[in-house]
């Protein structure tokens, strides 16, 4: 979507917003073996970094105190989706709920514009799931099945373009 042009004197803008509904999903089994099944997501949420800090106070300075960078922190990568049968990630969080055996895959989290071309990109490294929940059934309602799955990761990296 285009907005009309800015005049800034001598300099001419054009604002294009950046849309959030065309993205994909990218699993890499291994850190490299792309899963191609598991791609189309209703949404992705958890795109967070937030740098933990810890509070210094000086001695006899009452009027301020010092805020020091102390790390990084996530928060976990959340997909929604309905329901698949047979996916290979099914088959992954089935066996890390049921088996507690974790094999941690590399994601990638890519937003396109509307020519397909990548805008904007999360990568998330050594993700692994914690959480996974089916919305309710209920026999009142015509509803898809949603499945919502819960990824922990060591860190985020992200690629803009």
Known sequence: M???????????????????????????????????LDIRFQKVSGLTSEVKTRTVTEGGQNFYTHQLPQAVSHGNLTLTRGMV????????????????KFAPSNVLVTLFSE?????????????????????????????VAID?????????QILRI
């Open 2 to 36: 285009k907005l009309g042009k800015a005049n800034l004197g001598e300099f001419s803008l054009t604002d294009e917003l950046v849309l959030g509904f065309r993205f994909g999903v990218f699993f890499f089994a291994g850190g490299v073996i792309p899963n191609p």
């Open 85 to 100: 049968v047979g996916s290979p990630l099914n088959i992954e969080f089935n066996v890390a709920m049921s088996l507690f």
């Open 115 to 143: 020519d397909k071309v990548p805008l904007s990109a999360w990568l998330f490294i050594k993700a692994f799931p914690v959480k996974w929940a089916t919305s309710d059934l209920d026999a009142t309602q015509k509803e």
């Open 148 to 156: 919502t799955m819960e990824l922990a990761y060591t860190r985020m």
